[in-house]
C-alpha cells in the first residue's frame, strides 16, 4: 500500500511539475505572424479614352517572436515585403523591396527604463534598375546596399507598446558586396571597398497599437549621428504601416518610408521632363496603398 501511495503520489507530482513547465513555456514565449497579399490587373480592347495594359502583384510576412522572464526581455521582428508592377510594353519593374531584423534585448532598471542592446539588419531580396526610354542601370542588389545597426543604451517603455531607445554607443556598417556597385563608391563606401564602419550615437521610438476598431499603426523612426563625420548630418529611418481591417482575410493597408541618407546621392530630374539625369543628397520616399487578403496566426 505504502508502495502503491508513493507511485501515485511521484506520478501526479510529475504531472503538476510538467503542468508548471507548460505554463512558465506558454508565458514566456509570444509568437505570432502576418501574411499578406495584393494582386491588380486591368486591360484594354480598343478603349476610345486610351489606357494600358497593366498588372501588380505585392507580399509581405512580419514574424515575431517575444521572451519575456521577470526582468528580462526580447523581443525580435522579421519584416519582408515584396511587389512588381508592368505597364504596356515596360520590363517588370519592383515596386517594394525589404528584408528587416530587429532584435532588442533589455534588463528592467526600474518599472519604466530598462537597460537595453538592439541590433537591426536591412536589405533587400533582388536588383534594382533605373530606367528609361534607352537605358536599364542597375543601381542596387541583394547585400548591396545592406545596413547592420548595433546599439547599446537605454530604452524608455512607459507602456508596452511604444518604446523610446537612447543609444549613444552605436556601430552602423554599411555593405555594399555587389562588385560593379562598390567600384563607383555606392551607398557612401569608398570606391572599390565593401565595408563602411561608422560609429554614433542613435535614438529610436516605435509605436505599436490600435487607433480605433479595426485601424492598427506600426511605426518606427530612427535618427543616427556619426561622431566622427559631420555630426549635424542626421541620418533618418522613417516606416509607418496603416492596416485596415474589412473582415477576416480582407484589408486595406497604407504604407509609407523616408529615409535620408548625407552619405547617399539619389536620382534628381534636374528638369522636370521625367528623366533622371543626374544625382544628389535629397530625400527618399515611398509610398503604397493597397487592398489584399491577409492572415494572422499568434501563439
Known amino acids: 500500500m505504502k508502495i502503491k501511495l508513493f507511485i501515485l503520489l511521484l506520478v501526479v507530482g510529475t504531472m503538476v511539475k510538467a503542468q508548471d513547465s507548460t505554463a512558465e513555456k506558454v508565458s514566456l514565449w509570444e509568437k505570432g505572424a502576418t501574411f499578406g497579399a495584393q494582386f491588380t490587373q486591368s486591360s484594354f480592347h480598343q478603349w476610345v479614352a486610351g489606357g494600358q495594359n497593366s498588372y501588380s502583384y505585392a507580399g509581405l510576412g512580419n514574424l515575431y517572436a517575444n521572451y519575456t522572464k521577470g526582468k528580462l526581455r526580447w523581443n525580435n521582428t522579421l519584416d519582408m515585403n515584396y511587389g512588381s508592377f508592368k505597364q504596356g510594353s515596360t520590363p517588370l519593374v519592383k515596386s517594394d523591396d525589404r528584408l528587416e531584423l530587429n532584435s532588442v534585448l533589455a534588463a528592467e532598471a526600474n518599472e519604466k527604463w530598462f537597460y537595453a542592446g538592439q541590433l537591426n539588419y536591412r536589405t533587400q531580396f533582388t536588383p534594382g534598375y533605373q530606367i528609361d526610354d534607352v537605358s536599364k542601370k542597375r543601381i542596387s542588389d541583394f547585400l548591396a546596399p545592406a545596413y547592420t545597426t548595433f546599439s547599446i543604451g537605454l530604452e524608455y517603455r512607459p507602456k508596452k507598446d511604444l518604446s523610446w531607445l537612447i543609444s549613444p554607443l552605436t556601430t552602423k556598417t554599411t555593405f555594399v558586396l555587389a562588385p560593379s556597385l562598390s567600384a563607383i563608391g555606392a551607398f557612401g563606401v569608398a570606391p572599390?571597398?565593401?565595408?563602411?564602419?561608422?560609429?554614433?550615437?542613435?535614438?529610436?521610438?516605435?509605436?505599436?497599437?490600435?487607433?480605433?476598431?479595426?485601424?492598427?499603426?506600426?511605426?518606427?523612426?530612427s535618427l543616427f549621428s556619426n561622431y566622427a563625420d559631420k555630426p549635424q548630418n542626421i541620418d533618418v529611418n522613417w516606416d509607418m504601416l496603416l492596416v485596415f481591417k474589412v473582415n477576416k482575410f480582407l484589408n486595406f493597408t497604407f504604407t509609407t518610408v523616408l529615409i535620408y541618407d548625407h552619405d547617399v546621392d539619389v536620382p534628381k530630374d534636374r528638369n522636370d521632363d521625367g528623366v533622371f539625369d543626374g544625382t544628389g543628397k535629397g530625400v527618399q520616399f515611398k509610398e503604397i496603398f493597397a487592398l489584399g487578403f491577409s492572415y494572422s496566426i499568434k501563439k
Do not use: H
Open 192 to 221: 572599390g571597398v565593401t565595408v563602411r564602419n561608422e560609429f554614433g550615437g542613435l535614438t529610436r521610438v516605435s509605436w505599436k497599437s490600435e487607433l480605433m476598431d479595426n485601424v492598427n499603426i506600426i511605426t518606427n523612426l
